[in-house]
């Protein structure tokens, strides 16, 4: 008896932390490598980004690292679309998801507070290296709504935000 009292204890502390993320706040005076300031309907401002490709033998993953900040209450869990496209505008790579690999919701986000997060986008293999372009929305899988996306320089009213372009991906067989 007194050892099934302990496996739920030891479970809770051992194994549960290492199979859900936690989610990487920063601080404000944090650099981020490339800013942006992508304003999403007043409601999100996509702060920055970073982005690299992950070493793995068996296929190419482009790793997207973005600077979330919530301006105010989210009524809505957006799920966050990262879509890459290579130089003609066809889309060789995309990753629907909910922010910390699933594992956190909009609606959870506290305003003020910059979450980095990653997202992982496996690349179709294109037999070449490709120069990449990267596209990052928020939309209500419910819906369909999509956050408008204005940049600081007034541009925009699109769906997604380019956060990264010309990009060398290396997207071999």
Do not use: C
């Amino acid at each position: 008896a007194a050892l099934l009292a302990v496996i739920p204890s030891w479970s809770a502390a051992s194994i549960t932390p290492a199979a859900v993320p936690e989610p990487k706040m920063v601080a404000a005076s944090a650099p981020t490598s490339i800013p942006l300031e992508a304003n999403l309907n007043n409601q999100v401002t996509l702060l920055g980004y970073e982005y690299r490709k992950q070493p793995d033998k068996t296929r190419t993953v482009l790793d997207v690292v973005l600077y979330w900040r919530a301006n105010e209450p989210l009524e809505i869990d957006y799920t966050i679309t990262v879509q890459v496209f290579d130089e003609k505008g066809v889309r060789i790579g995309q990753l629907d998801t909910f922010p910390v690999g699933g594992m956190l919701t909009t609606r959870d986000w506290l305003i003020g507070q910059i979450l980095q997060d990653d997202y992982p986008v496996e690349i179709v293999p294109q037999g070449r290296a490709v120069q990449a372009t990267v596209r990052v929305g928020l939309y209500d899988q419910d819906t369909g709504r999509v956050l408008q996306v204005f940049l600081r320089d007034g541009r925009g009213g699109g769906r997604e935000a380019r956060v990264a372009r010309g990009g060398r991906v290396h997207a071999r067989d």
